[in-house]
C-alpha cells in the first residue's frame, strides 16, 4: 500500500499464486473525498479480487479476511500519514 501523489495504491501479494493489484479498490479511494466507510468498502473490494489458494499455512478462506483486515489497517495507516495525523 502506498500513496503516490495522493493516490492510493494497493497491491496484494502472498495470498495466490502471483501478486495483483486491485484496480476497482484503488478506483473508490480515488473518487472523492475519503472516508472510514469508503476505506472499509475498498478492503472489502480488494479482499474479493484476490484468487485465494489454501495450504498447509492457510485456508484460502482465511486468506481473503486476512486480505481485507490488513488492507484496511494499512489505508488507515496511510491515509493518517497522509494527513500528518501519525
Do not use: C, W
Request: charged share 15%.
Amino acid at each position: 500500500m502506498a500513496v503516490v501523489g495522493g493516490v492510493a495504491r494497493i497491491s496484494i501479494g502472498g495470498v495466490g499464486a502471483i501478486p495483483i493489484r486491485p484496480l476497482t479498490a484503488e478506483a473508490i479511494l480515488a473518487d472523492g473525498p475519503m472516508t472510514d466507510d469508503k476505506i472499509a468498502e475498498a478492503a472489502r473490494v480488494a479482499a474479493t479480487a484476490i484468487t485465494a489458494a489454501s495450504d498447509l499455512h492457510a485456508s484460502a478462506d482465511y486468506r481473503v479476511a486476512m486480505t481485507e483486515e490488513f488492507t484496511l489497517q494499512a489505508l488507515t495507516q496511510a491515509i493518517g500519514i497522509k494527513a500528518g495525523v501519525n
